[in-house]
């Protein structure tokens, strides 16, 4: 990397339609963050650059799902979007939009240059047409029968049933998605990028040039440039985009794959005055992060649109991700077979490593690959807790315990073969994770970094310092080797902040705490080295870095993903209902139930007496309530979000003929009802004032 002075990074941008879910983190985002951070504690000239999709069919298909413009479409999901990678650490240094007038200008110079150039083709087609509603109509906007599976609510590209590739023609009984009227062709004209033009170009730069890349990412390159290359529109009818900037083009904008990649270029401008540097200086190293299915459009279309226009560095590598399928099945956004990001941070707070643990080490890197939550769970307590976190803390634990709450001096005369063995350990760690990384290769990479605390546990477990120190009144001359493995330790364990620190950030800055140093001591050049924490220096007692997940966790998530999965497709909101509606996307509905089913539900007014925190539970409140005719035990899932000293004299509605369950060891007699706020916190569902301990709710 030594002949670039600087590194552009980009991370596909997101179609502000809807959520992200884990399957976009685990795309490009989780990869692109860890290489950004790596390249950072270099000290290197890196930009990430990231930002929201907001125009092309998904958009205005949502807009009219929910009966709201495609504007109010995208701000919702935007701010939405931005938030969700800020909480997971994903740390673009800006997150943009494409609705920005910068972009609009840029995409529209852009294209105004090739069309000045004579690099267009003019051309004139057939299109359908909605009669009805006097629109073109994409393929998106046509649904159908599919002649695959049946699936009678299939798009005129794909049907998410069966996954087939579709055209409208091959629809059975098309119809338009906005009016359902049967489309006719209708003939209208567009600017065509002829991509043949660059075919040898292409072929010479990827095919000769480029062999280093992934295997799927060549593959399908070259899958294409062997079929042919062919003129491509660049164009498209419609009233929301980027307005073609020719005076005869009234109701067409800009296709949103040539729309979308120059995000990249006008986001770079909106975040320096600079961008040029990084965009047009031939020192310049630019690396696309994205899933497999926008193979084709950054490594065939926006290189040839960036030559065609010239004075643009061309990327160096597009390290591309397969697909990541959920519990066995392909992600769905329709079917809701998706875990959505935002929702994972509510449900488990303070727990965003352990998700980015899991995803870059079961990383979709060179075929599909599946996440479910009993993996997610194993990863979480039998790696990050059981072997990462149990070093970290034993080493702090033994420390306080046998050297004074200091760091130990280092008896380098006495040094004995597994002392000598894990320094080499200690020193080799950096290389193999720093090859990994600069080879893309993340999973082994993070393999190479847990695996240093692996070394470190045995380490340990055969040095025995806690069994040495019985010996210690007899033979003081021990204190020698308790002082070397853990001083050792520690020094490992400064090791691991920093080789962790791409992956875990929030993990890592939890160790620079405990270790009391500042974050220059992440720097990549301190990696490797066995005297980064001073002897005789007092550090912190230890902090959990990883809590268990508890079994009931899990079976809900389980739960949550199939009940989800069959809720009924969402009905189009009225515009009135669309404009009091909080930006946040509302829960959907659990399924129907009749008047029998409620009428089994015994509810009680009461007040809460005394709370205190469950042990070993992040979570759980132990309440004792007053129902009037009796007090009950009730734990509850509120402890992040009410002291437990605040809540005594509360007046709660209670589910009072609940099945008796056991939580932590304590029999729960009932369920308090609770509520959201517009932030996601819980908010007590109150009994009235004057309403008498243990009478009836209805």
């Known amino acids: 990397?030594?002949?670039?002075?600087?590194?552009?990074?980009?991370?596909?941008?997101?179609?502000?339609?809807?959520?992200?879910?884990?399957?976009?983190?685990?795309?490009?985002?989780?990869?692109?963050?860890?290489?950004?951070?790596?390249?950072?504690?270099?000290?290197?000239?890196?930009?990430?650059?990231?930002?929201?999709?907001?125009?092309?069919?998904?958009?205005?298909?949502?807009?009219?799902?929910?009966?709201?413009?495609?504007?109010?479409?995208?701000?919702?999901y935007h701010e939405q979007i931005k938030h969700s990678f800020e909480q997971m650490g994903i740390s673009f240094d800006i997150y943009s939009r494409t609705s920005s007038p910068v972009h609009h200008e840029t995409a529209a110079a852009f294209f105004k240059k090739l069309y000045d150039d004579g690099l267009f083709e003019e051309k004139e087609s057939e299109q359908y047409y909605d009669e009805k509603t006097n629109t073109f109509l994409a393929d998106r906007y046509i649904v159908g029968t599919c002649p695959v599976c049946g699936n009678g609510n299939a798009f005129g590209d794909q049907c998410e049933k069966c996954g087939s590739s579709l055209s409208p023609e091959q629809l059975i009984d098309p119809r338009s998605?906005?009016?359902?009227?049967?489309?006719?062709?209708?003939?209208?004209?567009?600017?065509?990028?002829?991509?043949?033009?660059?075919?040898?170009?292409l072929k010479k730069w990827i095919l000769e040039g480029h062999t280093e890349w992934k295997n799927n990412v060549f593959g399908q390159c070259k899958s294409w440039l062997d079929s042919g290359l062919q003129s491509r529109a660049m164009t498209r009818d419609s009233n929301w985009g980027i307005k073609v900037p020719l005076p005869d083009a009234?109701?067409?904008?800009?296709?949103?794959?040539?729309?979308?990649?120059?995000?990249?270029?006008?986001?770079?401008?909106?975040l320096t005055e600079n961008w040029?540097?990084?965009?047009?200086?031939?020192?310049?190293?630019?690396?696309?992060?994205?899933?497999?299915?926008?193979?084709?459009?950054?490594?065939?279309i926006f290189p040839a649109m960036l030559k065609a226009h010239g004075n643009f560095v061309l990327p160096d590598?597009?390290?591309?991700?397969?697909?990541?399928?959920?519990?066995?099945?392909?992600?769905?956004?329709?079917?809701?077979?998706?875990?959505?990001?935002?929702?994972?941070i509510k449900d488990f707070p303070g727990c965003e490593d352990v998700l980015r643990y899991v995803l870059c080490a079961n990383a979709p890197e060179n075929k599909d690959n599946d996440f479910t939550w009993k993996d997610f769970q194993d990863r979480n307590n039998n790696e990050l807790a059981s072997i990462f976190g149990n070093f970290v803390n034993r080493t702090f634990v033994l420390m306080h315990k046998l050297c004074g709450g200091k760091v130990p001096k280092l008896h380098t005369g006495v040094l004995d073969e597994k002392d000598k063995s894990i320094i080499a350990d200690i020193?080799?760690?950096?290389?193999?994770?720093?090859?990994?990384?600069?080879?893309?290769?993340?999973?082994?990479?993070?393999?190479?970094?847990?695996?240093?605390?692996?070394?470190?546990?045995?380490?340990?477990?055969?040095?025995?310092?806690?069994?040495?120190?019985?010996?210690?009144?007899?033979?003081?001359?021990?204190?020698?080797?308790?002082?070397?493995?853990?001083?050792l330790c520690l020094q490992l364990t400064a090791n691991l902040a920093i080789l962790i620190n791409p992956f875990l950030p929030a993990t890592a800055k939890k160790m620079l705490h405990m270790m009391k140093v500042v974050d220059k001591m992440l720097d990549w050049d301190n990696a490797g080295k066995i005297n980064l924490l001073s002897v005789g220096y007092s550090l912190r007692a230890p902090e959990i870095l990883f809590r268990k997940i508890e079994d009931a966790e899990i079976e809900a998530q389980i739960q949550k993903l199939k009940a989800g999965s069959q809720q009924?497709?969402?009905?189009?909101?009225?515009?009135?209902?669309?404009?009091?509606?909080?930006?946040?996307?509302?829960?959907?509905?659990?399924?129907?139930?009749?008047?029998?089913?409620?009428?089994?539900?015994?509810?009680?007014?009461?007040?809460?007496?005394?709370?205190e925190k469950?042990?070993?539970?992040?979570?759980?409140?132990?309440?004792?309530?007053?129902?009037?005719?009796?007090?009950?035990?009730?734990?509850?899932?509120?402890?992040?979000?009410?002291?437990?000293?605040?809540?005594?004299?509360?007046r709660v509605i209670v589910v009072a003929n609940l099945a008796p369950r056991k939580m932590r060891g304590i029999e729960s007699n009932g369920m308090i009802l609770m509520a959201e706020d517009a932030e996601g916190k819980l908010i007590f569902v109150n009994g009235e004032e004057g309403a008498v301990n243990g009478s009836k709710v209805s």
Not at 276 to 300: M, P, R, S
Not at 317 to 344: C, M, Q
Request: a negative charge; glycine letters at 6%; charged letters at 30%.
């Open 317 to 344: 590598n597009v390290p591309a991700n397969e697909f990541l399928n959920i519990e066995g099945d392909k992600v769905s956004t329709s079917r809701n077979w998706a875990v959505w990001v935002h929702e994972y």
């Open 250 to 270: 009234e109701g067409k904008v800009l296709y949103v794959w040539f729309d979308a990649p120059i995000g990249y270029i006008s986001a770079t401008k909106e």
């Open 1 to 76: 990397m030594s002949e670039f002075n600087r590194v552009l990074v980009t991370a596909a941008l997101p179609y502000a339609n809807g959520p992200i879910h884990i399957g976009h983190l685990a795309g490009c985002y989780v990869p692109a963050d860890i290489y950004v951070r790596f390249l950072r504690a270099q000290n290197k000239d890196v930009k990430f650059i990231g930002g929201s999709d907001e125009h092309g069919v998904p958009i205005t298909i949502r807009a009219m799902k929910e009966g709201v413009s495609p504007q109010q479409i995208v701000d919702r």
């Open 276 to 300: 040029a540097d990084y965009w047009c200086k031939e020192d310049t190293k630019l690396v696309h992060f994205i899933g497999k299915d926008n193979i084709v459009f950054h490594c065939i």
């Open 568 to 611: 009924k497709p969402e009905a189009p909101a009225k515009e009135a209902e669309a404009k009091v509606e909080s930006a946040e996307a509302v829960s959907a509905l659990k399924p129907e139930i009749v008047f029998d089913d409620f009428a089994k539900i015994d509810l009680r007014s009461g007040t809460i007496l005394s709370a």
């Open 614 to 650: 469950v042990e070993k539970a992040d979570k759980l409140l132990k309440l004792q309530v007053d129902l009037g005719f009796e007090k009950r035990t009730i734990v509850s899932g509120i402890a992040q979000h009410f002291d437990a000293d605040t809540i005594a004299g509360k």
């Open 177 to 201: 998605a906005l009016s359902d009227a049967i489309p006719v062709k209708k003939k209208t004209k567009h600017w065509y990028f002829p991509l043949q033009n660059y075919e040898a170009f």
């Open 427 to 487: 020193e080799a760690a950096k290389a193999k994770v720093q090859t990994a990384l600069e080879n893309y290769r993340f999973r082994d990479a993070l393999y190479e970094a847990i695996d240093l605390s692996r070394k470190g546990n045995k380490y340990m477990q055969e040095k025995e310092p806690w069994i040495v120190a019985k010996k210690l009144v007899e033979d003081p001359e021990a204190q020698k080797s308790i002082d070397n493995c853990l001083h």
